[in-house]
């Protein structure tokens, strides 16, 4: 009998590390054929389906919303029905994987504490504390009783996956955060003109038209930090977070510092249509320099953004207050900007946004 076919995780997007098991399309041990589904995985950017790569029977141990690192095994097709008593490489012990310094001590104490073996770290080149700590979150691994009066929460898979890509770009980012207020009256005025020639045009679409015409001069904000140095990228790709219902999602407007109004505004209701339909691509979700999120349409009329990997800075969209101010607020990453720098860019945003551009 030949040895089992792995079933690697693979890297959908550069930038993807991990993905979260949403669910099973086989039974374990059951016959498949070459081509055919076997589980759905998530990452933080889409959801996609990994395909049996021959024929045979599907063994698995991975449960809905276990992450997995990018080329850990998911799954194993075996020649026979007979069940797989070791689906995993040949056992060495976590003293040996340390003795090849794979595994810190600390990591290994953490492990031992939590139940955790040297395979729930399939595909990890090293093992720290850290990433003990993130399989332990994944995994839902409870180290102490439950709190007195509490009941635990379901987080879906992209939640699970959305938490550690957060958690990973704040370790190493200087999240800051700046606002300023805008006229509603002058936001609305200015929307009213532009609907004359462009058709209706919406706060998110002007925004991110507007932003991408900005960003140019403002490389810093356009950007990311890595390898111990600052960069910025070479086009402007504008992202909009989108939540209605299919997980939270943010489809990028392409080559937008280029666009015309009116072909931002056509691309933002594609994408939007596209992402209510489930079928947005990779492509569509990927390759993003910065972010807008828009929370006007909730009635939000203050709150702070979170940043995204491998960008400097997101902009959020707040409601009209009562007194006709809307507030438009910028976190930015204090590594390749600054408090002056980043007021200053909000300043010519919003008088972009209010009709009259610097």
């Not at 990591?107 to 720290?128: N, Q, T, Y």
């Not at 109004?261 to 947005?280: H, Q, S």
Request: with cysteine.
């Amino acid at each position: 009998m030949s040895e089992p076919i792995p079933v690697t995780v693979p890297q959908i997007n550069p930038n993807d590390e991990h993905a979260v098991v949403v669910r099973w399309h086989v039974a374990k041990g059951a016959r498949v054929r070459a081509g055919q589904t076997l589980v759905t995985l998530e990452t933080t950017k889409t959801t996609f389906d990994v395909d049996a790569p021959s024929d045979g029977y599907a063994f698995f141990e991975h449960e809905p919303n276990a992450e997995l690192a990018v080329g850990t095994p998911v799954a194993w097709i075996a020649d026979s029905d007979t069940p797989i008593k070791a689906t995993k490489p040949a056992r060495s012990s976590p003293e040996a994987k340390e003795s090849a310094g794979r595994f810190t001590r600390k990591a290994l104490k953490i492990m031992k504490e939590r139940g955790l073996s040297e395979f729930d770290f399939s595909g990890v080149d090293k093992v720290d504390a850290a990433a003990v700590e993130r399989v332990t979150a994944a995994r839902g691994a409870a180290t102490a009783r439950a709190p007195r009066g509490a009941t635990p929460l379901e987080l879906s898979p992209s939640k699970i996956t959305e938490i550690q890509t957060l958690k990973r770009v704040h370790e190493q980012a200087v999240p800051s955060t700046v606002s300023t207020e805008l006229d509603a009256e002058l936001l609305e005025a200015r929307l009213r003109r532009e609907a004359t020639s462009h058709g209706p045009v919406s706060g998110l679409e002007l925004a991110v038209h507007e932003t991408a015409r900005l960003l140019p001069d403002w490389p810093e904000l356009n950007g990311f930090y890595s390898d111990g140095r600052a960069w910025a990228h070479e086009g402007v790709a504008i992202g909009f977070a989108v939540n209605l219902g299919h997980s939270l999602r943010v489809p990028v407007v392409k080559n937008a510092g280029n666009a015309s109004l009116r072909d931002v505004a056509r691309a933002v209701r594609d994408l939007t249509l596209r992402y209510m339909r489930e079928e947005l691509t990779i492509e569509d979700v990927t390759g993003g320099t910065f972010t807008i999120t828009d929370l006007s349409g909730e009635e939000v009329v203050h709150f702070v953004p979170v940043l995204n990997e491998r960008q400097s800075a997101i902009l959020g969209l707040c409601a009209a207050r009562s007194d006709g101010s809307r507030e438009l607020v910028l976190t930015f990453d204090h590594r390749l900007s600054d408090g002056m720098r980043a007021a200053r860019f909000l300043a010519a945003l919003r008088a972009r946004l209010e009709g009259s551009p610097s």
